[in-house]
């Protein structure tokens, strides 16, 4: 482990040294009264003096080991990085280098403007790099990751909580409950009951229904959540007859998204006009989505050989989210519109979580399946880049006339002058259909009146250590249970966000904002053309093991993710599919 420091031979010779001549009057000879001859009055003085020269020694000996010690660190520091051979392999990372002990560097092929909002994401935040290769990024640090935050991991109590206890050495602000239990409900009405009972301190995505109820109890307090987000239907192109682009079109005039929002979404959600929601910049270029027109759905798909429909499948998890409120209800409003518009019979199946995101990550369900996205971090990137890039088989095939453009317009800074390639981006994916945009739901947390501090923030997870129950003891309740905590491997929010209680990133979002601010690293600056950022680390962090953060740590954290080489490189499921995505795929990747 890191900062394991001995006295070399040498520095303790010229310490002794030191203390001999300082002990024998060493230096120049001064001229000096001799002191009188009282000999009970000498024996004190130089008791107090031996006294007072043993403390300076101390003190001295104190100052000397811990130079000692930190010149004794960088020495033994030998810088780690990790390569692309080259940029030919498509991707956005060139290298990642520790310069020194407190300095890393991110070397891109390709220009990148929004990299800073992407490492403030918690799938890139930074474990030691003695615990990934201990564990070989899998096994024992799925469920116990070892950060920097205020909070550390005591116990996963399967099916039942996490159980989160407070990290006294943090670098920074202190929690004021030394215990946080992550706990987890899927009906909404349920997580509604326990907060009313005083069992939770908050509660995460309340029921439409229940809207009032909360505001109207004087113990409780509903906190708006402006989150971006987009419900979809989605098909995947390499199972039948979705590999038809007029059947893809067909479902898109067939579905009446106007009435499953104003009978499943609360008050404030809309109708999605474009995959991105227009609140994010250059979100909404381009023509707006298809009219609910089922005649000329049924139209098309007489075009396609399926005059009578087709039999299929609707998947979905029962997992309450922001972008798909009661979902179990939803689904079966899919299958009736399905039906009813189109001739399609389509059986609604309801699948495991964790199942649900890597079957539907990886492209492998052979009919409809619900899914939506919140924003990670303010910028078109992440709905657009992510979603449609080369690397994501979500959809089956990758559309060239949408991630082509999508990679030109990702390198350029201004919005404005990338609007142009978003429009286009955005017309091709009206034309192509790989899924169907349906809502952006409006939703709301809930929090005992209590609780200091309660907020949602609209980018990333609320903090735990940013609230104070007021006891020793926070209790946060969730839709669903993680997946893993090694959230490098993991997309799912219900995932991100215990994980974000004890690992921390590079930078972090404002509380009310997608603004950046330091976290790990005290700034990251980037050269003129956003292809160099140069990361500076805060010096005298620990992790929970008692390790300090260096450049080492991050560079191995990055590498187990963006390198398909890495030994680390296993993870959860093994797709680290933001590394991938957002960054345009993995260094050393299979060839299919």
């Known amino acids: 482990m890191k900062n394991t420091h001995k006295w070399t031979l040498l520095t303790v010779l010229f310490l002794l040294l030191g203390l001999f001549v300082v002990a024998c009057g060493g230096g120049a000879a001064t001229d000096e009264e001799p002191a009188a001859d009282d000999s ?74 929004a990299f800073l909002a992407k490492i403030a994401f918690t799938p890139f935040g930074i474990q030691p790099a003695e615990w990934i290769a201990e564990t070989g990024g899998t096994g024992a640090i799925l469920e116990q990751p070892i950060g920097t935050g205020p909070y550390m991991v005591d116990e996963w109590v ?15 602000e202190a929690a004021p409950a030394e215990t946080a239990v992550l706990r987890w409900n899927q009906e909404g009405a349920a997580r509604l009951v326990e907060l009313q009972a005083g069992t939770a301190d908050y509660i995460t995505n309340v029921s439409p229904d229940d809207y009032e109820a909360v505001e109207s109890d004087p113990n409780l307090v509903l906190i708006p959540d402006f989150n971006p987000n987009i419900l979809y239907l989605a098909m995947t192109n390499t199972f039948e007859p979705f590999d038809d682009p007029l059947v893809r079109q067909a479902i898109a005039l067939g579905i009446d998204r106007q009435r499953i929002v104003d009978n499943f979404f609360p008050a404030g959600s809309e109708v999605a006009s474009h995959f991105t929601p227009c609140s994010i910049p250059a979100g909404c270029e381009g023509e707006e989505w298809y009219d609910f ?3 000329a759905a049924r139209d098309l798909l007489a075009q396609a050989g399926y005059p009578d429909g087709f039999e299929t499948s609707i998947y979905y998890r029962d997992v309450f989210r922001v972008y798909l409120p009661e979902p179990g209800i939803v689904a079966v409003e899919f299958q009736t519109q399905l039906r009813d518009n189109l001739g399609i019979e389509a059986e609604v199946v309801v699948m495991e979580s964790g199942e649900f995101i890597a079957e539907s990550t990886d492209g492998r369900l052979d009919g409809f399946y619900l899914l939506g996205w919140g924003a990670d971090y303010p910028h078109v990137t992440n709905f ?16 060239p006339e949408i991630y082509e453009v999508l990679e030109e317009a990702s390198q350029i800074a201004d919005p404005g002058e990338a609007a142009p390639l978003y429009e286009q981006a955005n017309n091709a994916i009206k034309e192509l259909v790989p899924m169907v945009p349906i809502a952006h739901g409006a939703s709301a947390n809930a929090a005992l009146a209590s609780l200091e501090g309660a907020y949602v923030p609209p980018f990333g997870a609320a903090q735990f250590y940013r609230m104070d129950p007021g006891k020793d003891t926070l209790v946060f309740m969730q839709n669903n249970e993680p997946i893993s905590l090694y959230c490098a491997d993991e997309t799912d929010g219900e995932s991100l966000r215990p994980c974000q209680q004890v690992v921390e990133t590079l930078l972090e979002y404002e509380d009310d904002s997608g603004n950046t601010v330091p976290e790990l690293a005290t700034e990251c600056t980037g050269n003129a053309d956003a292809t160099v950022w140069t990361c500076t680390l805060r010096e005298g962090v620990l992790f929970h093991d008692g390790s300090h953060l260096d450049a080492n740590d991050v560079v191995a954290s990055w590498a187990a993710g963006i390198d398909a080489a890495n030994p680390n490189h296993v993870g959860n499921t093994g797709g680290f599919d933001y590394f991938s995505y957002l960054w345009d795929g993995l260094i050393n990747a299979p060839s299919e």
């Open 158 to 172: 399967r099916g039942d909580s996490v159980i989160y206890s407070r990290f006294d050495d943090y670098w920074g």
């Open 40 to 113: 009970a009055s000498t024996e004190d003085t130089a008791d107090d003096e031996a006294m007072d020269d043993e403390e300076a020694m101390d003190d001295e000996e104190a100052m000397d080991d811990e130079e000692a010690m930190d010149d004794e660190e960088m020495m033994e520091f030998e810088p780690m990085s990790v390569a692309a051979e080259s940029c030919d392999y498509g991707g956005k990372i060139s290298s990642i280098e520790a310069v020194d002990q407190y300095t890393v560097v991110f070397n891109l092929c390709k220009p990148d403007p």
């Open 293 to 295: 027109d089922p005649e």
């Open 384 to 399: 657009l880049d992510f979603h449609f890039g080369e690397p994501n088989p979500q959809f089956g095939t990758p559309h």
